[in-house]
């Protein structure tokens, strides 16, 4: 059965619909496309200057950071996962990087280092994280691993997992379900604890 739509009002605006939707729909490509590229690009660029800073021994300031400096790389072999850490979380940050939660202490020092990443994007792997996995942070200020010890998943208000505790402590924070629609309902957690 053919569909014959008759010539007049209905037919312009069916033509027109489907030019608005062909550059809606070309609008979208284009701005995930810059997206991906921008963020690539961003770990190109800093991942060169996080090699010359460790090269040159230049440790990052123990101080208070300002939003958006380089903190580290956070990799994770048996996921394939590496990526760079910047300080802050907010939007801007995390479409191009991990993010250093402020407040919490850096890789490498006593306390809970918390990183936080898209789990759309960058943090996607950890959704096959297993106990006893290696993550490994290199900083300018040297290489620290860490072996996964819990994963769980908690409510967004629940910032007791990012409390300072003892010993040196990596918690990892992105969003749950990792294949939910919209913004997620849950935060799935990974605690790793310093071995290296």
Not at 112 to 135: G, K
């Amino acid at each position: 059965m053919r569909l014959v739509i008759a010539r007049g009002p209905l037919r312009n605006i069916l033509r027109w619909m489907q030019r608005g939707l062909f550059v809606f729909a070309a609008a979208l490509l284009s701005y995930c496309t810059f997206s991906f590229w921008s963020a690539w690009r961003f770990q190109e660029t800093e991942s060169r200057q996080l090699d010359r800073l460790a090269a040159e021994d230049q440790a990052a300031p123990a101080s208070k950071l300002e939003a958006g400096a380089l903190i580290g790389r956070i990799s994770i072999a048996r996921l394939d996962l590496s990526v760079l850490i910047i300080e802050g979380v907010d939007n801007a940050s995390l479409r191009r990087a991990a993010g250093h939660i402020p407040g919490t202490a850096l890789p490498g020092q006593s306390g809970n280092s918390a990183v936080s990443a898209h789990r759309d994007t960058f943090f996607r792997p950890l959704r096959n994280i297993r106990l006893t996995d290696v993550i490994t942070i290199t900083t300018p200020a040297g290489e620290f691993q860490y072996h996964v010890v819990s994963t769980k998943i908690v409510v967004p208000t629940d910032i007791s997992v990012l409390a300072a505790g003892t010993g040196e402590v990596l918690t990892l924070v992105t969003c749950y379900p990792f294949y939910y629609v919209g913004p997620a309902p849950k935060r799935f957690i990974v605690r790793a604890e310093r071995i290296l």
